[in-house]
């Protein structure tokens, strides 16, 4: 590895290594394999500058040389975290089979975050896996992930994406990339679930307290274990209300993939669907649609009921009392969840106001959307920006009848109720078609320019520009149903 003669204090990066106080059983430290060749694809300069960062005395070089384990990060020790999880819903030992934990850093205004290097190698986790990553699987997560920052959903960053100009044999050969990711942190509900299983209760504790005190450092003193799984199931029920509220899939909802933080983490068969159907499931490997929209809620209390389990031999001494707290908690979480989603589809409907019969009428809005086979995100838009067109059409007329009553019922006026659905209705999303074609041009021709400008565009998807509205449109000509990959 170079130690080419950068001075880091100037980039202002504060590296600590918080991590490395949990058991040696959590990770292994790793030297980075060198990249000789390594190009900056993309840099996420808002991003660095909001996390205290100053790269502008950096050539391209030097900056694809950090980020991509060329040049050594002074004061800092790379490690690869152990982790187990549930697949499809068998459990599994897992671990960062192609991630390292370059550093954590300390941003300006005290918050600790990973800088996390994704596909720079096999790790011990790697179960025979090359460790590496794809250019256009690397682009995509950029670009899902810093739509769903544009929508406000809490997620994993991308900073940036270097291609390692080596090619990484899949079906065919492809150009190797990395990218790296800023989290909160990368503890999951598989990362206590490996603690309980590998170190036992010892260790269970250590990592709770840990997590604790880099995400929860206010919680109740008395019952902190309990308040642990309290807050993640109440960051859960919000974090997947907002994925609903805007179409957004994920695909592959194992345990290895639920952030204790409540922030999305892991954009591989990920997708927005265009037709409102519940049963929508985009990743070639769902065949039983485990991980369809309308199971995302029943999963994620699926898997708070396996954080829960890993919690019950600190919980409480008695094993029964422990089992009675963890099960009354999980039960709170679709409750939890169905409240912050009605809320936020008021918000869609532009409802200043909560009324008992509000629920029935959002139902009935998606029964009829789903016989009409509308567009999810462009029946919304019409109701923002032209609820006349949906007067008019006659599946929606009934019902629209019964929403413009329903809006007298509140103080405010209509210009008020549109302006609060322009800042929850996305004008565009990043349509399946639009990304496949950004990647396309990105990969295969080397031209950065449409992917750019469609970054440009999901990065504020409550502008309601001419643009984004016509950018924003259905591919019609799609023959056979869209389907994603996992993107190694």
């Known amino acids: 590895m170079s130690n080419h003669k950068i001075k880091f204090e100037t980039i202002g990066l504060k590296p600590e290594a918080s991590y490395l106080a949990l058991p040696s059983v959590m990770y292994m430290c790793l030297k980075l394999k060198e990249t000789f060749r390594s190009s900056l694809v993309l840099f996420n300069t808002a991003l660095s500058d909001r996390l205290g960062l100053d790269f502008s005395q950096l050539s391209d070089q030097e900056i694809s040389g950090i980020f991509s384990g060329n040049i050594e990060i002074p004061g800092t020790a790379a490690l690869a975290q152990a982790y187990a999880g549930h697949q499809f819903g068998r459990f599994t030992f897992l671990g960062d089979g192609r991630a390292l934990l370059l550093t954590e850093h300390i941003t300006p205004d005290q918050k600790r975050v990973d800088i996390v290097l994704k596909g720079s190698g096999p790790t011990p986790y790697s179960r025979g896996g090359d460790g590496m990553a794809t250019l256009g699987p690397m682009l995509r997560e950029y670009l899902i992930s810093e739509a769903m920052a544009g929508l406000n959903i809490p997620t994993t960053r991308s900073l940036a994406v270097v291609k390692t100009n080596r090619k990484v044999r899949r079906e065919t050969d492809l150009e190797g990339a990395i990218l790296t990711r800023i989290a909160s942190s990368h503890i999951r509900v ?23 005190a880099r995400h929860f ?164 838009v019409r109701l923002t920006t032209d609820i006349s067109g949906l007067e008019a059409d006659p599946n929606f007329s009934d019902w629209t009848v019964k929403y413009k009553l329903r809006r007298t019922h509140q103080i405010q006026t209509i210009e008020q109720s549109v302006e609060l659905m322009k800042t929850v209705n996305p004008a565009m999303i990043p349509r399946n078609h639009l990304v496949e074609e950004a990647l396309k041009q990105a990969v295969e021709n080397q031209d950065m320019s449409y992917f750019e400008h469609l970054l440009d565009m999901l990065r504020q998807p409550f502008a309601y520009s001419e643009e984004q509205l016509h950018m924003d449109k259905p591919n019609d000509q799609m023959s056979q149903p869209y389907r994603t990959f996992c993107g190694t």
């Open 190 to 212: 598989g990362t206590f679930q490996f603690a309980i299983a590998e170190g036992g209760k010892s260790v269970l504790k250590a990592l709770a307290d840990y997590t604790l």
């Open 217 to 380: 450092p206010d919680i109740d003193v008395n019952q902190p274990y309990l308040e642990l799984l309290n807050e993640v199931i109440r960051r859960q029920a919000k974090l997947i209300a907002q994925w609903q509220l805007v179409g957004f899939i994920h695909g592959v909802m194992n345990t290895d993939n639920m952030s204790i933080c409540g922030e999305t983490i892991d954009y591989g068969p990920c997708a927005f669907m265009d037709v409102y159907d519940p049963k929508t499931v985009f990743s070639s490997i769902d065949y039983g649609g485990r991980y369809a929209y309308v199971n995302q809620p029943g999963i994620a209390a699926w898997n708070l009921a396996r954080f829960a389990e890993t919690l019950l031999p600190i919980l409480a001494d008695d094993p029964f009392y422990a089992q009675s707290l963890a099960q009354n908690a999980v039960e709170t979480f679709l409750p939890l969840f169905r409240k912050e989603w009605v809320s936020g589809m008021r918000k869609k409907l532009g409802l200043f106001n909560a009324e008992d019969a509000d629920e029935s009428l959002i139902d009935e809005l998606l029964s009829v959307m789903q016989k009409a086979k509308s567009d999810f995100t462009k029946t919304f």
